[in-house]
Nanobody, 125 residues
Framework: QPQLAQSGGGSVEAGGSLTLSCEDA????????MAWFRRSPGKEREGLAA???????TYVDSVAGRFVLSRDNVAGIVHLRMNSLKPEDTAMYYC???????????????????WGQGTQVTVSS
């Protein structure tokens, strides 16, 4: 069973950038739908971006053009590069994996079977 390990995150000023990473030595990330979600205080967890095995990416409007999801198939790592960060991007961020989620709901929480532990991102104004 996959156990996703997250790294990156931290604190940054508005307009800055951060990169989150997600990996599992036993998971062939090239064969899974890999995605990132976040949960802001008092809000539901929301899907942000997903990367399908065929390379197609999906971004929600709030991060499109600012966040970039990429995959290193050799290293087995998925990265979320977050640019032009805003205070409203402050949240706990989670990576997720599932073999079929990209077919049914790439940014829908219920379609993902495996989750990372979460990492905090704080953007100050």
């Amino acid at each position: 069973q996959p156990q996703l390990a997250q790294s990156g995150g931290g604190s940054v000023e508005a307009g800055g950038s951060l990169t989150l990473s997600c990996e599992d030595a036993r998971l062939n990330v090239s064969k899974y739908c890999m995605a990132w979600f976040r949960r802001s205080p008092g809000k539901e967890r929301e899907g942000l971006a997903a990367l399908a095995p065929d390379g197609r990416t999906t971004y929600v409007d709030s991060v499109a053009g600012r966040f970039v999801l990429s995959r290193d198939n050799v290293a087995g790592i998925v990265h979320l590069r977050m640019n032009s960060l805003k205070p409203e991007d402050t949240a706990m961020y989670y990576c997720a994996a599932d073999k079929f989620a990209c077919l049914f709901g790439p940014t829908v929480e219920a379609t993902f079977a495996y989750w990372g532990q979460g990492t905090q991102v704080t953007v100050s104004s």
